[in-house]
């Protein structure tokens, strides 16, 4: 299994970045994923996810009514769709699946509850 994740770069405060990460070789569709990201010295941070097996999606109080999870039906991806930037959303942004699991709710937000990641993409807000 593969995630890739890409659509990361430059943008000025203010401004929109979509955020796409692929998924292959997975047998199931709609499995439970995440969007995290690390800024440089600081712990990686949840950002938002989406519930296996459905739609239900959950976000950090610091992206709330700005960000976007969404699913890639054709791939078992995910969007993340990222507005009004800010500097402080700088950062190396991961996509992760929690694979075959399929966690309480509660469990979304740590890091330690994912099977699977990619690479990261690179954001910077410029202000």
């Known amino acids: 299994v593969q995630l890739q994740a890409s659509g990361g770069g430059l943008v000025q405060t203010g401004g929109s970045l979509r955020l796409s990460c692929s998924v292959s070789?997975?047998?199931?569709?709609?499995?439970?994923m995440g969007w995290f990201r690390q800024a440089p010295g600081k712990e990686r941070q949840f950002v938002a996810a989406?519930?296996?097996?459905?739609?239900?999606?959950y976000y950090a109080d610091s992206v709330k009514g700005r960000f976007t999870i969404s699913r890639d039906n054709a791939n078992s991806g995910v969007y993340l769709q990222m507005n009004s930037l800010r500097p402080e959303d700088t950062a190396v942004y991961y996509c992760?699946?929690?694979?075959?699991?399929?966690?309480?709710?509660?469990?979304?937000?740590?890091?330690?509850?994912?099977?699977?990641w990619g690479q990261g993409t690179l954001v910077t807000v410029s202000s």
């Open positions: 989406v519930r296996k097996g459905t739609s239900s999606t």
């Open positions: 992760a699946s929690v694979g075959m699991g399929n966690p309480i709710m509660s469990s979304y937000y740590r890091p330690s509850t994912y099977a699977l």
């Open positions: 070789g997975l047998t199931f569709s709609k499995p439970g």
